[in-house]
């Protein structure tokens, strides 16, 4: 309980300007329900003093459903992918052997090392085979 008090007694202090433009509604009530924008995509949102001192917006939401992040719910996991912001993330599923890195682009398609094609980059280009750990070989003689 001591801790939560001087939490809620340091960002009180912190919180000073903010809140004297709000004087007419009780402090505390800020401190436990911060504003929150999740994008519709969470519930839960918490006070972060870190983030209020950088953006001047503390309130981050926790527990973002649909495969989303950030504190407002607003951009997807890493390695995930959506076309638009109306639609949830799906995983990316870049074959690890084939693609340069997990995150694809927002259509769902993968970076492929040298040798490697298809969408999740699981297929080697013609001159190379064997996809396996670090690409597809190339090919003798090509
Ligand atoms: C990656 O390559 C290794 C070694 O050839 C193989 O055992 C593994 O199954 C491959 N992973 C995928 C996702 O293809």
Redesign the pocket.
Known sequence: MNLVLSFLVAVHSSLDLFLSSCASSPPHLYLLLPECDCSGRSDECVFDMDQYRGTGSGGRCLNCRDNTDGPHCERCKEDHYRSSPEDVCLPCNC???GSVTQQCDQTGSCVCKEGVTGEKC?TCTPGFHS???GGCRRSEGQ
Do not use: E, Q, V
Request: aromatic letters at 0%; proline letters at 0%; charged letters at 15%.
């Open positions: 074959n690890i052997n699981d996809l396996g750990l």
